[in-house]
């Protein structure tokens, strides 16, 4: 079982729509985690970052965290042609030395279509 | 206020030359890290460094990968002998301290291409 697993899609829905985008996790020790956007062929830029379960919003975007279920999520509401890209899941857990590395998943493409 | 800079942003090789990929933090930021895109993969993390200093190289394959992150000049991240196993996009991060993973900021990426 992979540490992190995210559906690659491609994920196709109307201008508008409500978007949802999820990932499961194994290792009970991650503590953080991320989301990412990453259009094709650039860096990945951060979107939303949490820390433990609950929820979180910015905007047209909302971050869940069901650690219980070891499970994340990402809604996008009023969904633009401009939201298509890879969104990426990201999760740490605070090391002994006192930093942190990330584990992603592999990226779950995202196409609205006007 | 410049972001990440990474250079070449594109780089080909013949198997067996060797690769310099650069990458310059964010102003303040004296800690990178670098992680690895192979196709159809996520993210991999390879190393992470302070100036002059390798903390952790636990993601670095043992042989012909190597970086370093001197006093002065840019992080670098190189690989000998290159196969075709290593083209990949390589994207280097930076923070302005270790323990904040929501201040990790990528750059662009360098994208390697091994003939």
């Known amino acids: 079982q992979k540490e992190v697993e995210q559906d690659p899609g491609p994920l196709s829905v109307p201008e508008g729509a409500i978007v949802s985008l999820n990932c499961t996790y194994s290792?009970?020790?991650?503590?953080?985690f991320m989301w990412y956007r990453q259009y094709s062929r650039k860096g990945p830029e951060l979107l939303m970052y949490?820390?433990?379960?609950g929820n979180k919003e910015d905007g047209r975007f909302t971050a869940q965290v069901d650690k219980s279920s070891k499970y994340i999520s990402l809604f996008i509401r009023d969904s633009q042609p401009s939201d298509s890209a890879t969104y990426l899941c990201?999760?740490?857990?605070?090391?002994?030395?006192?930093?942190?590395?990330?584990?992603f998943g592999k990226g779950t493409m995202l196409l609205v279509s006007p | 206020n410049a972001g990440v800079m990474q250079n070449p942003r594109h780089l080909v090789r013949r198997r067996g030359q060797e690769a310099r990929l650069r990458c310059s933090p964010m102003?303040?930021?004296?800690?990178v890290y670098w992680y690895r895109q192979l196709p159809e993969e996520g993210l991999k993390f390879m190393v992470y460094l302070q100036k002059e200093n390798i903390i952790d190289e636990s993601g670095m394959p043992k042989e012909r990968f190597s970086a370093e992150f001197p006093k002065e000049g840019p992080s670098i991240l190189r690989i000998q002998q290159v196969v075709r196993g290593d083209s990949a996009a390589y994207f280097c991060a930076s923070s302005p301290s270790p323990g904040r993973a929501g201040e990790l900021f990528f750059g662009e990426g360098s994208r390697l291409t091994v003939l």
């Open positions: 949490t820390y433990s379960s």
């Open positions: 102003k303040g930021h004296s800690h």
């Open positions: 990201a999760m740490s857990a605070r090391s002994g030395s006192g930093y942190s590395t990330l584990t």
């Open positions: 290792n009970s020790a991650f503590q953080y």
